[in-house]
């Protein structure tokens, strides 16, 4: 890394902090720190992180800041991130539902 390229700040992955560069991908900065899978497919628990870089194939999905499913790829490293490895089986958070009824 040059002295240009120097980290210039860091997310928290799993509890571990990662730096990253400006400009960085979460993607990026994890398979630049050894991190090269972060989830696992459903069926057969194989291991996945990047592999197009550019968005299209959603191997990459993670949870950063609370929000799930977000593409590591195409998602930029912001300081302070809080960023998880996705699990696939985990139940989705539930969504309010309009309440039934009379509206009155």
């Known amino acids: 890394m040059t002295a240009d390229a120097a980290p210039r700040g860091s997310f928290d992955f799993d509890g571990a902090p990662v730096p990253f560069s400006p400009g960085q991908t ?3 900065a994890l398979t630049a ?8 497919t459903r069926g057969r628990g194989e291991p996945r992180g990047l ?4 968005g299209v194939c959603y191997d990459c999905l993670l949870t950063v800041d609370g929000l799930r499913s977000q593409r590591a790829c195409v998602t930029a490293a912001c300081d302070g ?4 490895s996705d699990d696939p089986a985990a139940p989705l958070p539930s969504v309010p539902t309009a309440p039934t009824g009379d509206p009155r």
Do not use: L, M, P
């Open 51 to 54: 592999f197009c870089g550019i």
């Open 26 to 28: 979460v993607g990026g």
């Open 81 to 84: 991130q809080v960023v998880r």
């Open 33 to 40: 720190a050894g991190v090269t899978s972060w989830r696992s």
